[in-house]
């Protein structure tokens, strides 16, 4: 593997690096598996999922497991299930930022800026406060379809998927406690894993991504609330995607810096400007991530206000809907023929931010009401609303297969 000069040389002094053993666990090009476990759909641990693999905690993500050996995840249905997701793991870092400066009892307003394929969404979705909203935006369409796939197999109500250029949150002025920023970057903490990436990295393309960054951090900026929480990361080693960045959003946008606490032997190089995971260091790919506290503004919760009502369904068909959900508080918004399901504390925000963004989908599509009929929608079977009163059939794995692959097949009794 031919790493670029450049970046070699431009890593020289920084925190963690070592040139010998850097070059030298690219060369050996060992490959990493990790997952991390949907708790809404699994209770018991990693090791029942992958019976003869040998599993190991992930230290900084409650639910992420190392797999000793990489199995066949497309011939998987519980993979299909969204029982788990498959995922770097030093990219599981964003957890600690959000359980070590959050209140995790109180319900937050989160903004997931850069989110496809659906990782860190799907993470947050797991981690954030009970009643909590999580707005997954992805301002490239053909990805925003695959994200919407993503979250929609992960099955939980309280999430809103959007395709926005990060200029437009700016008019959503303090709504968010948390922005997430995984910011498009050059790439190079991912040589390791993709090798074809060295051949499109370059000094120059290094610093278009540095000012993209900027550009995409101060649209966003307005949309955070005072005291709200941004959190910045990126798979590049290179520092003006890193900690200049940091030391930019500082000076410039006068955020405050919040240091992490890091477990012992976690092998994560604190740089002074945010934490870099070098995969000699860390089992794991190139990462960074910088947590940091908006200080400017007055403190005020915006309280949206009904502009225009969503329509609702007759009692009637509320009636049919409702027989295939569980008991709860929920609001049934129809769409034209189509129905999708919104957690009910949230309908007024839900209502607005139509209003405001492009929405590609949101909380659960339960599907298509014709006549005195629901034809339920996959995203009802994958979410944790279908209610338990709908009949189940248990099937092997390998008939379990053969549905996946739209073979006929038999129930096993």
């Known amino acids: 593997m031919n790493l670029p000069p450049a970046l070699l040389t431009s890593l020289i002094g920084l925190p963690g690096y070592e040139a ?8 050996a090009g060992a490959q990493l598996t990790s997952i991390r476990i949907n708790p809404a759909k699994v209770t018991n641990e990693a090791a029942a999922l992958f019976p003869g693999i040998n599993t190991t905690p992930i230290p900084w993500a ?25 995922q770097e793991a ?19 307003r989160v903004l997931d800026l850069c989110a496809a394929p659906g990782g860190k969404s799907t993470h947050l979705q797991s981690i954030l406060p009970q009643d909590s909203l999580l707005v997954s935006n992805e301002v490239i369409r053909s990805r925003a ?32 406690d948390i922005i997430l920023a995984d910011a498009p970057c050059s790439g190079s903490g991912l040589f390791r894993r993709d090798p074809d990436a060295i051949s499109e990295w370059s000094e120059n393309n290094v610093q278009l991504c540095s000012q993209r960054q900027q550009r995409i951090l101060a ?51 604190d740089t002074g400007h945010g934490y870099r995971c070098w995969p000699h260091l860390v089992a794991g790919e190139g990462f960074f991530i910088a947590c940091l506290r908006k200080t400017t ?55 607005a931010l139509r209003l405001q963004l492009r929405f590609v989908y949101s909380g659960v599509l339960a599907g298509e009401l014709v006549r005195d009929k629901l034809i339920p929608a996959h995203a009802l079977a994958m979410s944790t609303l279908l209610s338990k009163e709908v009949k189940q059939y248990s099937l092997s ?15 096993d009794d």
């Open 20 to 27: 010998g053993a850097f070059t030298a666990v690219h060369e």
């Open 62 to 86: 409650e639910k992420g497991y190392y797999l000793s050996e990489r199995p066949s995840f497309t011939f998987d249905p519980l993979f299909h299930a969204g029982c788990y997701y498959v």
């Open 90 to 108: 030093s990219s599981m870092l964003p957890e600690l930022a959000i359980r070590q400066h959050t209140d995790e009892a109180t319900p937050l």
């Open 145 to 176: 379809g695959i994200l919407k796939d993503n979250m929609i197999k992960w099955g939980s109500a309280n999430v809103v998927v959007t395709n926005n250029d990060p200029a437009d949150f700016s008019r959503l002025q303090h709504y968010f």
């Open 219 to 269: 649209d966003a900026w307005p949309a955070l609330k005072p005291g709200g929480l941004l959190i910045y990361s990126t798979c590049s080693y290179s520092q003006p995607e890193d900690e200049a960045i940091v030391q930019w959003m500082i000076k410039e946008l006068k955020a405050e810096y919040l240091p992490l606490q890091l477990a012992a032997g976690s092998g994560i190089t």
């Open 297 to 351: 503004g007055e403190e005020n919760d915006v309280i949206y206000k009904w502009k225009e009502k969503p329509a609702t369904l007759n009692k009637q068909q509320a009636a049919v809907v409702s027989a295939w959900i569980r008991e709860g508080d929920h609001f049934l918004l129809p769409n034209e023929n189509t129905i999708y399901i919104w957690p009910v504390n949230r309908v007024a925000e839900l209502a």
């Open 397 to 411: 794995k390998e008939t379990a297969i053969q549905y996946l692959q739209r073979k006929e097949f038999l129930p």
